[in-house]
């Protein structure tokens, strides 16, 4: 490829705060087409190919059976699996020409499930994995950040077909390692996995892969002493117990305008973890409340919250038409027809500070059990930064940003019961195969390896996805002597199946130099006059680690070498 | 691969019709999912990969540059360039969750522009050609044939733009060429290029490209004295001219209850190309209507007249309301306000029977000029197999079925004027860039390679696209040294890089045969006790023409030369 056919325009003004997204969009990697919907311009669609190369053989190592599924599918498989209804508005639906209900698929459980279906009749069948690279489309209400929050995408999704949670539990650490060796190759090792919620999914285990960087939109809880991670929405949150050695009698005090948090704990002049706060929610299908009593210096953690509930939930907008006392609410005497759930959080301290269901009041020296009765404590807190780790018990929570960059689910039989896939087992019972999901964006991939490596002046991508492996920058290219080796240099390295991008344009030094940065080719070739009055080319890597001279006899079998050393 | 663990099942039920949809479907290659709508299974999805990358390497080698676009998109682009309202329901059509307007890709013109805008602001950057390889969605009506017809496709679209149309004629010239390799590399040289309408496409020059079947849907004219080839619908009509001496005078003649062109015809003993007919159509905008005078033996050719009326037309359905008289419509005396159009095949003869535009009568000698005055004779006639051929003037014209593969089309500026594309032309002036695109349906590509390459028992597949290259028959592979044996080639086979599937079931010899055949692997080696027994292996190839012994020592990397010969 020579740039100055490539199509595409480099430039320097930053437009994004993302810098991914900044340096792919100079860079002529990506363009807009309409909300969270690109084209990818060359250069992004070879790296997007050799990722999924690496997926592909990734996956066929751990024999996954390569399909395909259809993008625009009837809506009647997603009507089996009950997600046509339960999915909300990202699940994109749409009627044909003939009125016929369909769906954009944004994943595959279904496909998979009507392909497996009929065709794996027996147990010997089992296990298998198929998988699929292509598109999904999800409409996303917050596109963002470039190629790191779409609508839609390019994905590898598998789905593996078990007998038993065994085999299930044993495809899925193969699978995971799978997952770590991918993004390794990708070239960014430091991806880690994260305990999730399984979501819409279903299913009870899952993982996420996370690669750590500030402009991550899910909040991950690390702790750095004994390794535990999860994803905010699926961590365990943990605090010490600190109990009063003496339980305090209850008692009524006026309170005045005090009704934040905040206000009671300052005018009560007590820490947050002594109050005991109400945070009111209503379910979305029929807005009915929902009260939830949790330490006041812990937040609720709205995913667990949805879980427990098995409804979707929002924060409650409108207090006054309610039995309820808002700035006030508390768990004695308190005469409501809201569901009212205690966090476990609460179990850690006693004499609380809690609302007494009466405008300008408040209670203090709660002590849950004594004064209303047995309580059952669920778990809906929000880790917290300094908090203490569910796994080790140490206060060494730390919280992190991430951004997701694959998924692995234990679906389970949600999908083959509900859809009816069935099996002859060994003992002549029909039985529901168990199955499991495995997820990789590949553009969200792409960004992400491009946020995790640049510098000020654009990417820095890994050898094995580079878009080209070497850049020739023939400067000067109308001195017949630099034509010639430029030339010669990128003959001899396509032949020798190094891929080669050859900028033979007559700009100047700078301007071909910050093309190339943008363009994040690992292994750079300057050929001048300069370099050739020292008979000699100038090699510099992209990433500064390497500036020397290539002397110009056997430069070619050089490169290929260094480029085979990198991969 | 080994058949035990490949997911999907082979039978031996005839289901369908057409031969490829019937070995596909009970090979385990496709399974539907909706109407017109399927899933691939890995043979199929092997095949397709083939294909896609020998599109790849042709499209590269004339200098492509693979880009990708959006599947979904958003109706802006589709409005600019006219096609959102000007393509009928095919054209899916949708509102994604915000309520703007979208459309699912059916071909990718305008997202071709969009990305081309603005990063080829000077005629040095051209000519440069764009292609992707990604699924389209076409709301056809009427789906068929499996692969054949779909509503949901994998297509290698390419767009092509240019500062000339010298430059946009070569560059057509060289797509052409590799059309015919690429045709040639997938196993059907045997493909034709026949002269075809651009129909909602716009532009002039068109090409399709014909696998000659009788199941195409498409009706191919072809002159195989000089080579000429055209679609149907680009087909020019040509009579020879038969003149009688002696022009008769205008009469008028009762005819009764004949009303039909075969009844006039038997009724006053004359030949159908001695009448003069009338068909009616009415424009589907507005119902007004159109009378085509044509040749009585000659059809009416309704893509010609759509392009010569600029608007649909669908046949008349109800002529009692308007100013014709059914059965007797004729040229003189004729009062009306429909459009009248005469095909010039009415040139070819004098002395007409036709319509008197009175119940009941017709007339005779009618000479068109002398009766009604000069006539602008215009081309809406359908060639007819043993017609006259509009390139060589012989009676030689043959009437052919062929399924199109591909389709080249010279565009002109119609996409880049409307969506207001332009670059610096070298005298300094605005431009806009001509255009040419290319497409290759890979899945119907898939299935027509089947449909010519089969016998009784399965597809044939060329080796360049087979989904494996050698199938390992183990019969009895129970028998320790069969399995050995047959264990030792898979993993030589594999560890020389020939894609190979190994039957190991414990099956009999009738059922893995027929199995092997509906994979239509093209090289498949046999190890039995039998061919142990005789100290070799037997080697037999998919399409029959090979059937020998093959020394076990040193058997793979014999497979291997024979792989590559065929490749």
Redesign the interface.
Known sequence: ?RV??????RYKERAFEIESQNLMTRG?YI?Q???G??????P???I??KIENILREEMDAI?G??????????A??WQQSGRFDSIG??L?R?????G?D?V?GMTHEE?AV???T????TY??FP?M?Y?I??K?R?E?RARGGLIRV??F?MKDAYSFHTSYEDLQQYYEQCYKAYERIFARCGVPEVIAVKSDPGMMGGKISHEFMLLTGIGEDTLVICPQCGYRANMEAADCIVHEHLDAEEKPLELVETYQNKTIEEVATFLNVSMDRLLKAVVYQRNEDDSYVVVFIRGDIEVNETKLRNYLKAEVHPAVELDACDLCAGSIGPVDLHTKATVLFDKTLQSRNNYVCGANRDGFHRTGLNLTRDIGKVDFIDVGKATDGGVCPSCGKHSITIKNGIEVGNIFQLGTRYTEAMGMQYDAADGSRQYPIMGCYGIGVGRLMASVCEAKHDDYGPIWPMAIAPWQVHICALRADDPQVKDKAETLYSELNRLGVEVIIDDRTVSAGFMFSDADLLGVPLRVIISPKTLARNAFELISRDKTVKQDLAIEGAAAALRDMVMERM
């Open positions: 490829m100055s056919q490539l199509l595409g325009e002529g363009k087409v309409g909300n919907i690109y084209s990818l311009f060359t992004a669609k070879r997007a190919r024999g059976q390569e399909v395909l599924f259809p993008v625009a599918m009837p009647t498989i508005s990202e994109l749409f009627k044909d020409r003939s016929a369909m954009l496909a009507q392909l497996a009929n065709v794996a009749g010997q069948k298998f198929i699929q292509q598109t489309f409409d209400p609508r839609e390019t």
